[in-house]
């Protein structure tokens, strides 16, 4: 990946719904050079796909919650279980493997504090092996880009 493919995809990650003119136009590339471009770096796998941006309180669920989450062992078979598990709970945005006191982080949304107790209850104690889980509530946001910063 070269400066070009980079500034393409900056464009696109703060605009992914412009139009190839207008996507050559803001790297200085003519149309066909610059569709090109992005098509080879859809078929490498660099863009995975686009997407829209939703308001999740407007969706219906405005609370959104960090649990981070200790295994009691950290064996193959438990590990495995509880990221597959995880991959299934349509709360969980996002879950990454941590180092430090805590084994996962995950980013979940419900619509209500009731729908939360609910999740924990009936999703993710279910799962079992787990020592330990820690919950931040989100009460503010002060940053949230998804455009990835410039680098040399």
């Known amino acids: 990946m070269d400066a070009k493919d980079r500034q393409i ?37 660099a863009i995975r796909g686009f997407a829209v941006d939703v308001d999740p309180q407007a969706y219906g669920l405005p609370i959104t919650v960090f649990v ?8 193959e078979e438990d590990v495995r279980n509880f ?7 349509d709360e969980v945005l996002e879950c990454h493997v941590l180092t430090g006191a ?23 104690h279910p799962i079992g092996g787990i020592a330990s ?10 940053k949230k880009t998804a455009v990835f910063p410039e680098i040399d």
């Open 9 to 45: 995809i900056r464009a696109l990650q703060e605009d992914g719904r412009m139009t190839n003119q207008d996507l050559a136009d803001r790297v200085n590339l003519s149309p066909s050079p610059c569709l090109r471009r992005l098509r080879n770096l859809e078929a490498s796998g």
């Open 102 to 124: 805590m084994d996962y982080q995950l980013r979940v949304v419900v619509a209500s504090l009731d729908a939360y107790e609910e999740f924990i209850r009936n999703r993710i």
């Open 133 to 142: 889980i820690d919950t931040s509530f989100v009460y503010g946001h002060v």
């Open 83 to 89: 990221e597959n598990r995880v991959l299934h709970i």
């Open 68 to 75: 981070r989450i200790r295994l009691e062992r950290h064996n």
